[in-house]
């Protein structure tokens, strides 16, 4: 069994940051994107951000120059540095994970239960 653990959300005004975290566990041999969703509330869920484990990122137009997404291998986690936040950022945030399954090479799609992030005006 895998799962990853998102923490870090919480209450910002706008224009300050926030850093969330997630850890994956489990029968884990390797895992190639971690990425973060949000889904706002009456919206769709959206990519935020992705990281391979090679290091290239992608971002979505939204956040692009304002938040960072980076991962430890090592220890399987991603973080998500989130800069000059903004009302429109308040979402519920989920990690997300590609994982190949140890001892099975399945490739096993993992999401968090979400971290809240809301940002006052």
């Known amino acids: 069994q895998v799962q990853v653990v998102e923490s870090g959300g919480g209450l910002v005004q706008a224009g300050g940051s926030l850093r969330l975290s997630c850890a994956a566990s489990g029968s884990i041999f390797s895992i190639n994107v971690m990425g973060w969703y949000r889904q706002a509330p009456g919206k769709q869920r959206e990519l935020v951000a992705a990281i391979i484990s090679g290091g290239s990122t992608n971002y979505a137009d939204s956040v692009k120059g304002r938040f960072t997404i980076s991962r430890d291998n090592a220890k399987n986690m991603v973080y998500l540095q989130m800069n000059s936040l903004k009302p429109e950022d308040t979402a519920v945030y989920y990690c997300?994970?590609?994982?190949?399954?140890?001892?099975?090479?399945?490739?096993?799609?993992?999401w968090g239960q979400g971290t809240l992030v809301t940002v006052s005006s």
């Open positions: 997300n994970a590609d994982v190949v399954v140890g001892g099975t090479w399945n490739h096993l799609e993992v």
